[in-house]
């Protein structure tokens, strides 16, 4: 399991979580028909893209380099990026369910969420800051993440996610109007 976990399945799920608030309260069954749901799959695949090309490039850095991945075979790298993708997207869609049932708090639960990821990054942030090899990490040798080649990716990866979320959600909130003025 990526190591990265630690920081990204609170924001996973709250991106669930966030989007089950769109959807309106007579919206009936099934839910995964919504456009909120279809929203929260988009938003998160442009994350999980990210995820993908940040192990391909850099697989200790997803490690923490609590771990050399210099001793994984090409299949157990596969494997590690299919079950931690599996597992992002089933945070996302816990993050929606629970967020359909638990409305009461939404931002409180959001600030919460987010805080949590937040704070992994705070712990971890020398660790999450450089990224390299384990032995360029070790050695003091890793660049900065603004240093490197993932800088470009997060910097077109991040404005799209947020750009094209918010216009996910202004499509998901219609069809909230929609039904609730039925």
Known sequence: MLLTFIIDPPFVFCLGYFFAAMLPYTLQPPIYTSRAFAAMLFTATIFNVAVAISYVQFPDWMWMYFF????????????????SLIIYYALGIGGF?????????IWRTIAALLGMSGLCGAIFFDRYFHVGTTAEFFAGTAPTLPQSPLAALYNITVPLMLAVGSGLLWWARSQKKDANTN
Do not use: C, K, P, Y
């Open 68 to 83: 050399d991945t210099r001793f994984l075979s090409m299949w157990e790298h596969g494997l590690t990026l299919a079950i």
């Open 97 to 105: 369910f629970w967020g359909i049932h638990h409305r009461v708090h």
